[in-house]
């Protein structure tokens, strides 16, 4: 019998079931979903999940030739508004959820662009992962663009957090980073001087107040450069008011709307 209390998922929606997950903070999870249908996804596009009637759109950060769909998801917890993620936060492996038969999005690589400025806050680096994935398993993707040769690809990641166990895919960057001269990892913290970041070593500061320095020590054509920003909405709305007056082509995907 339908619980009258419940949201009722409309449209069309098939399942998912939850392979695995790891807790990288108590408020950090990665989730690895296996579609009960055929998925194809494009890197950089968002998959739709939900339990007990309430879904959200998480981006995806497996390859789409991986087997399993990856996600990094942060926990919102219900005295801040959270719905879903402290429903998520409490799935066993093994649970089944739904999905949403179709991928959308299109905060994808723009091949067009030689240099790729990736930017993201935490969560946020999630797309450029799978972008970096497919791109270093498939030598035909992306479709060769006239002027821009595989060649010429060159990829940033700038990741910004408050705690630098919050990255999530910090070993994954470092070590494409240092096997592949055309990946460079940049990642900053931005409350350096808390007891949870003694460790911390690299750069420290807003990851947004950092971009414009980075693309000036880059030194780039503007023109044959795309930034893209993913995660916070007001890291996002900075980088785009930075690269406003600029040569710099930009892109965004808004994980939420600030006044939400
Ligand atoms: C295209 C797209 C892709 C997304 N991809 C991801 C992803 O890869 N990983 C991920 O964790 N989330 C992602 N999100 C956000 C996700 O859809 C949910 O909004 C989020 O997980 C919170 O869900 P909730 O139901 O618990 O809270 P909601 O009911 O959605 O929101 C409750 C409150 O929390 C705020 N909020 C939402 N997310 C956050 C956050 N991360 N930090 C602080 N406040 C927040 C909202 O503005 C709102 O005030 C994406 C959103 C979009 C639109």
């Given at each position: 019998?339908?619980?009258?209390s ?25 989730f ?69 038969p179709?991928a959308k ?82 990642p ?29 020590k ?5 023109k ?11 890291m996002?709305?900075?980088v ?21």
């Open positions: 019998m339908a619980d009258a419940r949201p009722m998922i409309k449209g069309r929606f098939t399942t998912c079931e939850l392979v695995k997950r790891e807790e990288l903070t108590s408020d950090l999870i990665k690895w979903i296996k579609p009960a249908q055929d998925y194809t996804f494009k890197p950089g596009q968002y998959c739709t999940i939900g339990v007990d009637g309430i879904e959200r759109p998480y981006s995806i950060s497996s390859s789409p030739d991986e087997e399993n769909i990856e996600l990094f998801i942060e926990v919102v917890p219900v005295e801040h508004g959270g719905h879903l993620t402290p429903l998520l936060d409490h799935q066993k492996v093994g649970a089944e959820m739904t999905l949403r179709r999005g299109i905060f994808v690589l723009q091949p067009q662009y030689k240099h790729h400025i990736f930017v993201g806050t935490v969560t946020g680096v999630v797309p450029y992962i799978s972008m970096l994935r497919k791109f270093l398993n498939d030598p035909a993707w992306p479709e060769p663009v006239d002027g821009v040769a595989r060649e010429d690809y060159t990829f940033h990641v700038l990741e910004g957090a408050s705690y630098d166990d919050e990255f999530g895919y910090d070993e994954e960057l470092n070590e494409l980073a240092a096997k592949h001269n055309f990946i460079k990892f940049y900053s913290v931005s409350r350096p001087n808390e007891e949870r970041n003694a460790n911390w070593t690299g750069a420290k500061g807003r990851i947004n107040v950092l971009v414009d320095d980075y693309l000036e880059l030194g780039v054509d503007p044959e450069t795309c930034v893209y920003a993913c995660g916070h909405p007001q996002i709305e900075d785009g008011v930075r690269m406003e007056p600029t040569d710099y082509n930009f892109i965004e995907e808004r994980f939420w709307k600030e006044d939400e």
